[in-house]
Protein backbone atom coordinates (compact mmCIF):
# COMPACT_ATOMS: atom_id res chain seq x y z
CA UNK A 1 0.00 0.00 0.00
CA UNK A 2 1.46 3.21 -1.11
CA UNK A 3 1.75 6.07 2.22
CA UNK A 4 0.34 8.96 1.78
CA UNK A 5 0.38 10.72 4.99
CA UNK A 6 -1.16 14.32 4.22
CA UNK A 7 -2.68 14.98 7.43
CA UNK A 8 -1.39 12.37 10.03
CA UNK A 9 -2.40 12.54 13.66
CA UNK A 10 0.64 11.69 15.60
CA UNK A 11 -0.08 11.79 18.99
CA UNK A 12 -3.60 11.84 21.40
CA UNK A 13 -4.15 13.34 24.78
CA UNK A 14 -7.55 12.60 26.76
CA UNK A 15 -8.71 14.03 30.30
CA UNK A 16 -12.28 12.85 31.46
CA UNK A 17 -13.23 11.86 28.26
CA UNK A 18 -15.89 9.45 27.87
CA UNK A 19 -14.80 6.53 30.09
CA UNK A 20 -11.14 7.69 29.51
CA UNK A 21 -9.78 9.68 32.92
CA UNK A 22 -6.74 10.17 31.37
CA UNK A 23 -4.70 8.59 27.89
CA UNK A 24 -1.69 10.22 26.18
CA UNK A 25 -1.04 7.87 23.31
CA UNK A 26 1.09 7.98 20.28
CA UNK A 27 0.44 6.70 16.68
CA UNK A 28 2.07 5.12 13.43
CA UNK A 29 1.16 7.68 10.64
CA UNK A 30 -0.13 4.61 8.65
CA UNK A 31 -2.09 2.38 10.41
CA UNK A 32 -3.45 2.39 14.09
CA UNK A 33 -5.30 -0.81 15.12
CA UNK A 34 -7.21 -0.82 18.56
CA UNK A 35 -8.37 -4.12 19.82
CA UNK A 36 -10.23 -5.38 22.49
CA UNK A 37 -13.38 -6.66 24.53
CA UNK A 38 -16.88 -5.10 24.13
CA UNK A 39 -16.90 -1.85 26.05
CA UNK A 40 -13.52 -1.17 26.46
CA UNK A 41 -13.39 2.26 25.09
CA UNK A 42 -11.87 1.76 21.58
CA UNK A 43 -15.03 3.86 20.27
CA UNK A 44 -14.39 6.39 22.15
CA UNK A 45 -10.81 6.99 21.34
CA UNK A 46 -11.68 7.02 17.64
CA UNK A 47 -14.98 9.76 18.68
CA UNK A 48 -12.12 11.78 19.93
CA UNK A 49 -10.32 12.09 16.82
CA UNK A 50 -13.70 13.04 15.17
CA UNK A 51 -13.89 15.81 18.28
CA UNK A 52 -10.73 17.18 17.41
CA UNK A 53 -11.22 17.51 13.45
CA UNK A 54 -14.43 18.23 13.43
CA UNK A 55 -15.82 19.69 16.99
CA UNK A 56 -18.35 17.38 17.10
CA UNK A 57 -18.57 13.40 18.33
CA UNK A 58 -20.16 10.99 15.93
CA UNK A 59 -21.75 9.31 18.70
CA UNK A 60 -23.00 11.24 21.13
CA UNK A 61 -26.00 13.76 20.53
CA UNK A 62 -24.78 16.37 22.88
CA UNK A 63 -21.05 17.57 24.24
CA UNK A 64 -22.06 17.40 27.65
CA UNK A 65 -22.36 13.71 27.20
CA UNK A 66 -18.62 13.59 26.41
CA UNK A 67 -17.88 14.47 30.24
CA UNK A 68 -16.83 11.66 32.04
CA UNK A 69 -19.70 10.58 34.52
CA UNK A 70 -18.95 12.16 37.71
CA UNK A 71 -16.34 14.50 36.00
CA UNK A 72 -16.65 18.32 35.04
CA UNK A 73 -14.81 19.05 32.44
CA UNK A 74 -13.31 17.26 29.43
CA UNK A 75 -10.17 18.05 27.32
CA UNK A 76 -8.80 16.64 24.20
CA UNK A 77 -5.15 17.20 22.33
CA UNK A 78 -4.05 16.16 19.43
CA UNK A 79 -0.78 17.06 17.52
CA UNK A 80 -0.93 16.43 13.48
CA UNK A 81 1.20 16.78 11.08
CA UNK A 82 -0.45 18.52 8.42
CA UNK A 83 1.75 18.47 4.95
CA UNK A 84 4.49 18.89 6.78
CA UNK A 85 3.40 21.59 9.49
CA UNK A 86 2.76 20.95 13.30
CA UNK A 87 -0.78 21.44 14.12
CA UNK A 88 -1.76 21.17 17.76
CA UNK A 89 -5.46 21.21 18.49
CA UNK A 90 -7.06 21.36 21.63
CA UNK A 91 -10.92 20.82 22.41
CA UNK A 92 -11.78 21.50 26.00
CA UNK A 93 -15.52 21.67 27.63
CA UNK A 94 -16.54 22.54 31.57
CA UNK A 95 -19.72 21.83 32.44
CA UNK A 96 -22.19 25.51 31.82
CA UNK A 97 -19.54 27.11 30.38
CA UNK A 98 -19.16 27.13 26.39
CA UNK A 99 -16.84 24.96 24.45
CA UNK A 100 -13.43 25.98 23.61
CA UNK A 101 -11.38 24.89 20.63
CA UNK A 102 -7.70 26.29 20.18
CA UNK A 103 -5.63 25.33 17.03
CA UNK A 104 -1.62 26.27 17.65
CA UNK A 105 -2.71 27.77 21.64
CA UNK A 106 -5.23 30.52 19.85
CA UNK A 107 -8.80 30.30 20.17
CA UNK A 108 -10.77 30.09 17.28
CA UNK A 109 -13.52 32.92 17.09
CA UNK A 110 -16.08 30.57 15.24
CA UNK A 111 -16.03 26.49 15.23
CA UNK A 112 -16.93 26.73 11.77
CA UNK A 113 -13.61 28.18 10.42
CA UNK A 114 -11.72 24.95 11.65
CA UNK A 115 -13.88 22.61 9.81
CA UNK A 116 -11.62 21.52 6.64
CA UNK A 117 -8.59 22.14 8.04
CA UNK A 118 -8.20 17.97 9.15
CA UNK A 119 -10.35 15.68 6.77
CA UNK A 120 -11.90 12.89 8.38
CA UNK A 121 -13.98 10.16 7.35
CA UNK A 122 -15.39 7.61 10.26
CA UNK A 123 -16.90 4.67 8.81
CA UNK A 124 -18.86 2.62 11.75
CA UNK A 125 -22.03 0.48 12.97
CA UNK A 126 -24.08 3.53 13.61
CA UNK A 127 -23.73 4.05 10.03
CA UNK A 128 -27.28 2.39 9.64
CA UNK A 129 -28.76 5.55 11.00
CA UNK A 130 -28.25 6.80 6.96
CA UNK A 131 -30.65 3.80 6.09
CA UNK A 132 -33.72 3.53 8.97
CA UNK A 133 -33.50 6.98 10.34
CA UNK A 134 -34.78 10.54 8.60
CA UNK A 135 -33.69 12.40 5.48
CA UNK A 136 -31.80 14.83 7.81
CA UNK A 137 -29.36 12.70 9.04
CA UNK A 138 -28.43 11.98 5.17
CA UNK A 139 -27.88 15.89 4.57
CA UNK A 140 -26.27 15.77 7.97
CA UNK A 141 -23.57 13.39 6.52
CA UNK A 142 -23.80 15.08 2.99
CA UNK A 143 -23.13 18.60 5.01
CA UNK A 144 -20.17 17.46 6.48
CA UNK A 145 -18.18 15.67 3.78
CA UNK A 146 -18.94 19.12 1.40
CA UNK A 147 -17.88 21.58 4.93
CA UNK A 148 -15.01 19.11 4.50
CA UNK A 149 -14.36 19.59 1.15
CA UNK A 150 -15.06 23.12 -0.04
CA UNK A 151 -14.22 25.91 1.92
CA UNK A 152 -17.66 28.08 1.04
CA UNK A 153 -20.03 25.65 1.26
CA UNK A 154 -20.47 25.90 5.18
CA UNK A 155 -20.90 29.17 5.16
CA UNK A 156 -23.46 29.14 2.18
CA UNK A 157 -25.38 26.45 4.43
CA UNK A 158 -25.39 28.61 7.52
CA UNK A 159 -26.19 31.94 5.63
CA UNK A 160 -29.55 29.28 4.46
CA UNK A 161 -30.17 27.73 7.27
CA UNK A 162 -30.01 31.83 9.06
CA UNK A 163 -32.62 33.12 6.61
CA UNK A 164 -35.44 29.65 6.70
CA UNK A 165 -35.31 29.96 10.21
CA UNK A 166 -35.81 33.83 9.97
CA UNK A 167 -39.04 33.14 7.08
CA UNK A 168 -40.46 30.18 9.65
CA UNK A 169 -40.72 32.64 11.98
CA UNK A 170 -41.81 35.01 10.11
CA UNK A 171 -44.73 32.77 9.29
CA UNK A 172 -45.82 32.50 12.78
CA UNK A 173 -45.79 35.83 13.59
CA UNK A 174 -47.84 37.22 10.72
CA UNK A 175 -50.33 34.13 11.30
CA UNK A 176 -50.52 35.42 14.93
CA UNK A 177 -50.95 39.20 13.97
CA UNK A 178 -53.60 38.09 11.19
CA UNK A 179 -51.42 40.54 9.05
CA UNK A 180 -48.94 39.01 6.74
CA UNK A 181 -46.91 41.69 3.99
CA UNK A 182 -45.98 39.65 0.97
CA UNK A 183 -43.17 41.87 0.24
CA UNK A 184 -41.43 40.54 3.31
CA UNK A 185 -42.00 36.65 2.24
CA UNK A 186 -40.62 38.04 -1.32
CA UNK A 187 -37.69 39.55 0.05
CA UNK A 188 -36.82 36.17 1.92
CA UNK A 189 -37.29 33.72 -1.03
CA UNK A 190 -35.05 36.33 -3.15
CA UNK A 191 -32.47 36.23 -0.31
CA UNK A 192 -32.39 32.72 0.19
CA UNK A 193 -32.30 31.42 -3.47
CA UNK A 194 -28.91 32.24 -4.28
CA UNK A 195 -27.62 30.37 -1.18
CA UNK A 196 -30.20 27.17 -2.40
CA UNK A 197 -28.58 27.54 -5.63
CA UNK A 198 -25.06 26.91 -4.39
CA UNK A 199 -25.93 24.31 -1.81
CA UNK A 200 -28.06 22.27 -4.46
CA UNK A 201 -24.98 22.50 -7.25
CA UNK A 202 -22.45 21.88 -4.77
CA UNK A 203 -24.50 18.54 -3.59
CA UNK A 204 -25.36 17.59 -6.67
CA UNK A 205 -21.79 17.32 -8.31
CA UNK A 206 -20.46 15.72 -4.86
CA UNK A 207 -22.49 12.88 -5.06
CA UNK A 208 -22.63 12.35 -9.27
CA UNK A 209 -18.58 12.04 -8.41
CA UNK A 210 -19.41 9.78 -5.25
CA UNK A 211 -21.85 7.42 -6.68
CA UNK A 212 -19.29 6.87 -9.72
CA UNK A 213 -16.61 5.48 -7.06
CA UNK A 214 -19.93 3.97 -5.03
CA UNK A 215 -20.91 1.32 -7.65
CA UNK A 216 -17.08 0.69 -8.53
CA UNK A 217 -16.36 -0.08 -4.32
CA UNK A 218 -19.33 -2.04 -3.73
CA UNK A 219 -18.99 -3.88 -7.13
CA UNK A 220 -15.38 -5.06 -5.87
CA UNK A 221 -17.00 -5.93 -1.84
CA UNK A 222 -19.47 -7.75 -3.39
CA UNK A 223 -17.23 -9.72 -5.75
CA UNK A 224 -18.91 -8.56 -8.67
CA UNK A 225 -21.94 -9.72 -8.17
CA UNK A 226 -24.27 -6.60 -7.13
CA UNK A 227 -24.35 -3.41 -8.35
CA UNK A 228 -25.53 -0.01 -6.28
CA UNK A 229 -26.54 3.65 -6.43
CA UNK A 230 -27.30 6.82 -4.80
CA UNK A 231 -29.89 9.26 -6.06
CA UNK A 232 -29.82 12.83 -5.54
CA UNK A 233 -33.65 14.49 -4.74
CA UNK A 234 -34.28 18.04 -4.43
CA UNK A 235 -36.99 20.23 -5.01
CA UNK A 236 -34.41 22.40 -6.98
CA UNK A 237 -34.02 19.80 -9.31
CA UNK A 238 -36.77 21.36 -11.52
CA UNK A 239 -36.62 24.82 -10.77
CA UNK A 240 -34.93 27.96 -8.18
CA UNK A 241 -36.18 28.03 -4.95
CA UNK A 242 -37.72 31.76 -5.46
CA UNK A 243 -40.09 30.42 -7.91
CA UNK A 244 -40.73 27.41 -5.64
CA UNK A 245 -41.47 29.24 -2.61
CA UNK A 246 -43.71 31.73 -4.67
CA UNK A 247 -45.83 28.66 -5.68
CA UNK A 248 -45.59 27.32 -2.59
CA UNK A 249 -46.54 30.51 -0.43
CA UNK A 250 -50.04 29.44 0.24
CA UNK A 251 -49.43 26.04 1.35
CA UNK A 252 -46.42 27.92 4.23
CA UNK A 253 -48.88 30.10 5.54
CA UNK A 254 -51.71 27.64 6.42
CA UNK A 255 -48.95 24.83 7.56
CA UNK A 256 -46.31 27.80 9.09
CA UNK A 257 -42.85 26.50 7.50
CA UNK A 258 -40.98 26.44 5.09
CA UNK A 259 -42.54 23.58 2.87
CA UNK A 260 -39.80 23.18 0.01
CA UNK A 261 -35.98 24.34 -0.50
CA UNK A 262 -32.90 22.37 0.03
CA UNK A 263 -33.60 21.71 3.62
CA UNK A 264 -35.92 19.18 2.10
CA UNK A 265 -33.41 17.10 -0.06
CA UNK A 266 -32.66 13.87 0.38
CA UNK A 267 -30.52 10.59 -0.83
CA UNK A 268 -31.65 7.41 -2.13
CA UNK A 269 -30.61 4.68 -2.00
CA UNK A 270 -30.45 1.61 -4.11
CA UNK A 271 -29.26 -2.39 -4.77
CA UNK A 272 -29.62 -4.00 -7.47
CA UNK A 273 -32.34 -1.30 -8.78
CA UNK A 274 -34.65 -2.05 -5.87
CA UNK A 275 -34.72 0.32 -2.34
CA UNK A 276 -31.75 -1.13 0.19
CA UNK A 277 -33.88 -0.09 3.07
CA UNK A 278 -36.57 -2.65 2.26
CA UNK A 279 -34.01 -5.22 0.16
CA UNK A 280 -31.06 -4.86 1.60
CA UNK A 281 -29.67 -8.05 3.47
CA UNK A 282 -27.41 -6.83 6.80
CA UNK A 283 -24.94 -7.87 5.32
CA UNK A 284 -25.20 -6.10 2.05
CA UNK A 285 -26.49 -2.75 3.94
CA UNK A 286 -23.09 -2.60 5.68
CA UNK A 287 -21.15 -3.32 2.13
CA UNK A 288 -23.22 -0.61 0.98
CA UNK A 289 -22.06 1.81 3.82
CA UNK A 290 -18.72 1.19 3.35
CA UNK A 291 -18.54 2.04 0.03
CA UNK A 292 -20.65 4.68 0.54
CA UNK A 293 -18.06 6.09 3.08
CA UNK A 294 -15.27 5.24 1.27
CA UNK A 295 -16.72 6.97 -2.35
CA UNK A 296 -17.09 10.08 0.13
CA UNK A 297 -13.13 9.95 1.12
CA UNK A 298 -12.46 9.36 -2.47
CA UNK A 299 -14.17 12.31 -3.26
CA UNK A 300 -12.77 14.97 -0.66
CA UNK A 301 -9.00 13.58 -1.74
CA UNK A 302 -9.88 14.31 -5.24
CA UNK A 303 -11.30 17.96 -4.38
CA UNK A 304 -9.01 18.70 -1.38
CA UNK A 305 -6.01 17.33 -2.81
CA UNK A 306 -5.49 15.55 1.08
CA UNK A 307 -5.81 12.20 2.11
CA UNK A 308 -8.73 12.33 5.07
CA UNK A 309 -7.93 10.34 8.24
CA UNK A 310 -10.16 7.30 8.19
CA UNK A 311 -11.45 5.95 11.85
CA UNK A 312 -12.69 2.74 11.04
CA UNK A 313 -15.21 1.41 13.77
CA UNK A 314 -16.04 -2.61 14.45
CA UNK A 315 -14.12 -2.65 11.18
CA UNK A 316 -15.56 -6.65 10.36
CA UNK A 317 -19.28 -6.11 11.79
CA UNK A 318 -21.76 -7.89 10.19
CA UNK A 319 -19.28 -8.79 7.01
CA UNK A 320 -18.72 -12.64 6.33
CA UNK A 321 -15.00 -13.74 5.54
CA UNK A 322 -15.49 -13.03 1.55
CA UNK A 323 -16.72 -9.75 1.83
CA UNK A 324 -14.32 -8.68 4.55
CA UNK A 325 -11.56 -9.71 2.67
CA UNK A 326 -12.64 -7.67 -0.53
CA UNK A 327 -12.83 -4.68 1.75
CA UNK A 328 -9.02 -5.44 2.84
CA UNK A 329 -8.69 -5.23 -0.66
CA UNK A 330 -9.94 -2.03 -1.72
CA UNK A 331 -8.36 -0.61 1.64
CA UNK A 332 -4.95 -2.08 -0.52
CA UNK A 333 -5.91 -0.71 -3.86
CA UNK A 334 -6.91 2.83 -2.75
CA UNK A 335 -4.14 5.04 -1.66
CA UNK A 336 -5.25 6.09 1.80
CA UNK A 337 -3.53 8.19 4.87
CA UNK A 338 -3.82 7.35 8.12
CA UNK A 339 -6.04 4.81 9.46
CA UNK A 340 -7.52 4.12 13.15
CA UNK A 341 -9.44 0.92 13.19
CA UNK A 342 -10.93 -0.94 16.11
CA UNK A 343 -11.99 -4.90 16.35
CA UNK A 344 -12.58 -7.24 18.98
CA UNK A 345 -10.57 -9.93 17.41
CA UNK A 346 -6.85 -9.74 16.72
CA UNK A 347 -6.10 -12.16 14.00
CA UNK A 348 -8.98 -10.49 11.92
CA UNK A 349 -6.72 -7.30 12.19
CA UNK A 350 -3.54 -8.58 11.76
CA UNK A 351 -5.17 -10.48 8.23
CA UNK A 352 -5.90 -7.09 7.23
CA UNK A 353 -2.34 -5.45 8.54
CA UNK A 354 -0.42 -8.30 6.70
CA UNK A 355 -2.41 -7.95 3.70
CA UNK A 356 -1.95 -4.40 3.31
CA UNK A 357 2.14 -5.25 4.06
CA UNK A 358 2.26 -1.54 5.83
CA UNK A 359 3.68 -0.07 9.16
CA UNK A 360 0.96 -0.71 11.94
CA UNK A 361 0.88 -0.20 15.50
CA UNK A 362 -1.37 -2.23 18.00
CA UNK A 363 -3.26 -1.03 20.87
CA UNK A 364 -4.79 -3.65 22.64
CA UNK A 365 -6.77 -3.12 25.62
CA UNK A 366 -7.80 -5.20 28.18
CA UNK A 367 -11.34 -5.50 30.59
CA UNK A 368 -9.43 -2.98 32.74
CA UNK A 369 -8.47 -0.63 30.30
CA UNK A 370 -5.14 -1.31 30.59
CA UNK A 371 -3.41 -0.48 27.42
CA UNK A 372 -0.20 -2.59 25.84
CA UNK A 373 1.28 -1.84 22.22
CA UNK A 374 3.41 -3.18 19.52
CA UNK A 375 4.48 -2.41 15.95
CA UNK A 376 4.91 -4.60 13.11
N1 LIG B 1 -19.55 10.17 29.58
C1 LIG B 1 -19.13 8.94 29.90
N2 LIG B 1 -18.49 8.71 31.09
C2 LIG B 1 -18.04 7.45 31.39
N3 LIG B 1 -18.20 6.39 30.59
C3 LIG B 1 -18.83 6.56 29.42
C4 LIG B 1 -19.31 7.83 29.01
N4 LIG B 1 -19.88 7.71 27.79
C5 LIG B 1 -19.76 6.40 27.45
N5 LIG B 1 -19.13 5.72 28.43
C6 LIG B 1 -18.83 4.29 28.48
O1 LIG B 1 -17.99 3.93 27.41
C7 LIG B 1 -18.21 2.53 27.18
C8 LIG B 1 -18.32 2.28 25.71
O2 LIG B 1 -17.09 2.55 25.13
P1 LIG B 1 -16.86 2.24 23.59
O3 LIG B 1 -18.12 2.35 22.82
O4 LIG B 1 -15.71 3.06 23.18
O5 LIG B 1 -16.46 0.70 23.68
P2 LIG B 1 -15.83 -0.23 22.58
O6 LIG B 1 -14.54 -0.74 23.13
O7 LIG B 1 -15.78 0.45 21.28
O8 LIG B 1 -16.90 -1.39 22.57
P3 LIG B 1 -17.51 -2.28 21.37
O9 LIG B 1 -16.46 -3.30 21.02
O10 LIG B 1 -18.69 -2.89 22.03
O11 LIG B 1 -17.85 -1.36 20.25
C9 LIG B 1 -19.51 2.14 27.82
O12 LIG B 1 -19.19 1.32 28.92
C10 LIG B 1 -20.07 3.45 28.27
O13 LIG B 1 -20.79 3.36 29.48
Known sequence: MQIV??????????????????????????????IGPNGVGKTNILDSIHFLCTTK???????IQCIRFGADYFFIKGEFDRIGNLEVIQVSLKKSEKKVLKRNDSNYQRLSEHIGLLPVIVISPQDTNLIYEGSDERRKTLDLALSLSDGLYLHNLQRYNRLLQQRNAYLKEADTSGRVQHDILTLYDEQMDPFASYIYNARNSFLAAADQYLSRFYYTISSAREHCSIRYQSDLADNN????LAQSRQKDRELLYTTRGVHKDDLEMYINGQPLKKFGSQGQQKSFLIALKLAIYAVIKEQTGLSPILLFDDIFDKLDQKRASQVIRLVQEMKFGQIFLSDTHPERVKMLTQQTGSHSKFFMLDEHQKITHHEA
Not at 241 to 244: M, R, V
Open 5 to 34: SDVTLKSLALLNFKNWEELHLSFSPVVNCF
Open 57 to 63: SFLSTTD
Open 241 to 244: LAAL
